[in-house]
């Protein structure tokens, strides 16, 4: 899912507001160091030319087996080797007559950093376990070509203030609102036909793209709705509905987590759901039993996904011992896995965390392995609050290591800063996957889902609101960003993508084939209201040198400046908030503007026709809806539980029991009454 892994070899519509990149032209200087294939070693860097400010390198690579990783690593202008200072090179093709392949990379922005020397090619033999070393540390890089020039981000095209009554509307916590569709529609994927308990199927496309599986990130995710909507509900047969299908969770988490053919520990992606769509133009068959592991090729492992399922069933916990249930059936039944490993998972996974919270693993998207922002964030969230949990348990001992793990992995954070570019990494390593620009929008996903309370990356910090402005122009390179009204004249956000090299459409990839998604704009426009709910609650804004940029573009009329304070009594403290909640509305106006009138949403948008396209009914879609209208909520009268309420005590519609219980309308009744919710 999100791209299936594949892997960008060529740089592909960047339109980042950053740096104009030229391409190779007749000023560039290249350097060849192998002008032929060599015979006694396994690679060989070829040539390499750095050129208003894109670093262009071909190396030799002996071809010893299938999975290969070839990095090129240099130091930057001040002379300093980090894990930034590397290039990844792609497969380019085979040279004839011989076991060798060309590899290849073109790198702009390079110099943001700069490069002074080579420091060597790094060819690492994945299948056979070898990895193979060319020392290139007397080679001085010398810099030739145009002068990059750096593009200013452009104004802002609206300045749209306050809360509007049509979002209000849409997010309205009452029925025939898209806020009660995207709960129906959430319901609808969760324990579908013949599936285990307490599992989810992340989209109803069962073929290109083929989504009809239980992700561990996306389970977690929408039983974190689930567990709101719990907290929330007056209604006590609903609630106890709420309740089951948690409970059901915990046994689908701790199953996963004693499958026998897991590959890569507690951080595999993913389990086969064991079913038949309902309907024939949908079916997908699998003889997989139940809720079991995912076997084939795929992005493995995924760290987050034991963080995430921890913070859900702590939340729930929580919440379930405060309704008066007991400390014992939290204990039994969610937390000891020592003593119950079939149906407790938190302890198990919250050790995980403790243990691999340093390690490498896949982002959220599935197509790289680095070090992640998303990643760590969720993590130290996890173990913050599980240090905590586990107190409360009566285990010390637990507590002690999640709390020892907690400090050192926060000690970490500060190096996805990039003042240079004034910005908060997606993940902090070389280049990869053909993300040059390093802006994603896992960041905000990440803050979103992350943030400990404790204020690491909180929704205020300067750095975050620097990143969001960072990433979300990046996305006016859609075509469909140049339609800044809707129909009746309101303002519509900027469409929001994973990030502006993006080539995944929906079912494959082609060159910009990148798109906005439904979950992507709703996050941004959750951190807007969420920023917005802290200030107020904060009573003041201080702006930065670092925020100073974000409130230029997004509440150019308060004229702030960096270095001040402005409280709340102060008009210009109005006019940032009254900014924040009206971006907020103009980002949840896109998605309203964009959706069909049955309220349905799949993974994406079009970027130049504005269609919606991808995986039908993308579960993420409608939780993402769900938890920005509750972020609405608390920036608009600071009555979130008031807005969960109403919500949760909303009914759910089921239809027939079994396995699974079937929580879902039949898909073809549900299309035709998708009007009701």
Known sequence: MRGQNVLAATFVGLASFVTAAPAASASCVTTTYASVVPSATALALRSLAYCGGTLYADAYIENLCYDKVVSLYYSDKSGASTPLSAVNLGYQSSISNTNYELWSSTTPYVNLDGISNLLNLTYNAVNINQIFVEDLRNITVNASGPKPTSTAIPPPYATPTGFSKDITNFLAAAKGSEAAKAKRFMFNNIEVTDAAVGTIVAAQS??????????????????????????????????NYYSDLLFNYSIARATEQIDPGLQTGLGEPKFNLGYVAAVTDLKRITNQPYNSVFTGPWGRPQNDGPATAAITLMEFANTYMANGGSLDTVKNKLYNSSA??????????????????????????????????????????????????????????????????????????????????????????PVLNGKYSFKDTAVILGVLHGYAGDGLYSYTDPKVLSSALEIATSFLIYNISSVTHDAQGLILGIPIGRYPEDVYNGTGTQANGGNPWYLCT?????????????????????????????????????????????????????NMVNSLNGWGDAY???????TPPNGRMPEEINRNTGAPQGARDLTWSYASVVTAGAARAAAMNNNEALWWKNLADIPVTTNSTGVGANRRLAVDADLAAAGDA
Request: aromatic letters at 16%; zero cysteines.
């Open 588 to 594: 949840m106006r896109t998605i309203n503007n964009y």
């Open 206 to 239: 069962y073929a290109n793209p083929d989504y009809g599986y239980n992700w561990v990130r996306d389970s977690s995710l929408t039983f974190d709705v689930v567990a709101s909507l719990y907290a929330g509900a007056s209604n006590m047969t609903i609630r």
């Open 522 to 574: 709703a996050a941004m426009a959750e951190l807007f209201y969420r920023a917005s709910a802290s200030y107020t609650a904060i009573g003041k804004i201080s702006v930065t040198g670092n925020s100073l940029p974000f409130w230029r573009y997004f509440s150019p009329q308060a004229n702030v400046q960096a270095g001040k304070s402005y409280p709340a009594n102060d008009v210009q403290f109005f």
């Open 340 to 429: 119950n490993p079939s149906g407790a998972p938190i302890m198990k996974d919250l050790l995980f965390v403790a243990s691999n919270w340093s390690s490498p693993s896949f982002d959220l998207w599935e197509e790289e392995e680095s070090d992640h922002f998303y990643t760590r964030m969720v993590q130290h969230r996890a173990l913050v609050l599980g240090s905590t949990f586990a107190t409360k348990m009566g285990d010390s001992a637990t507590s002690t290591t999640l709390s020892s793990a907690a400090t050192a992995l926060a000690a970490t954070m500060s190096q996805f800063w990039d003042k240079t570019r004034n910005l908060i990494l997606y993940e902090y390593g």
